[in-house]
Nanobody
């Protein structure tokens, strides 16, 4: 089992920045891709960004491309999501997810483990 704990959410004004962190614990040996998803009230959980096990490949949703950056520090078992130029439509609960393997998964059902989420609220 892998446990994921997100942190770094909060309230920020439009145009501001936040950095989310996701710390992994448990059976963290092996290669895991990591992803960030978000869910706004009344909406489906949607893909935001993903990074492969080495950090050499990343992929972003069109809605965040150029504003968000995903990165990871494998020595710390932590993945990050740097969010810049935040917009009110970025308001959501942000979830970290992990999938064991070498791929770069983008679909929600490809991920094996999920964190509890952290709230991000962007005011206009």
């Amino acid at each position: 089992q892998v446990q994921l704990v997100e942190s770094g959410g909060g309230l920020v004004q439009a145009g501001g920045s936040l950095r989310l962190s996701c710390a992994s614990s448990g059976r963290t040996f092996g290669t895991y891709a990591k992803g960030w998803f978000r869910q706004a009230p009344g909406k489906e959980r949607e893909f935001v960004a993903a990074i492969n096990w080495s950090g050499g490949s990343t992929y972003y949703a069109d809605s965040v491309k150029g504003r968000f950056t995903i990165s990871r520090d494998n020595a710390k078992n932590t993945v990050y999501l740097q969010m810049n130029s935040l917009k009110p439509e970025d308001t959501a609960v942000y979830y970290c997810a992990a999938q064991r393997g070498l791929s770069l998964p983008r679909a929600r059902d490809e991920y094996d483990y999920w964190g509890q989420g952290t709230q991000v609220t962007v005011s206009s």
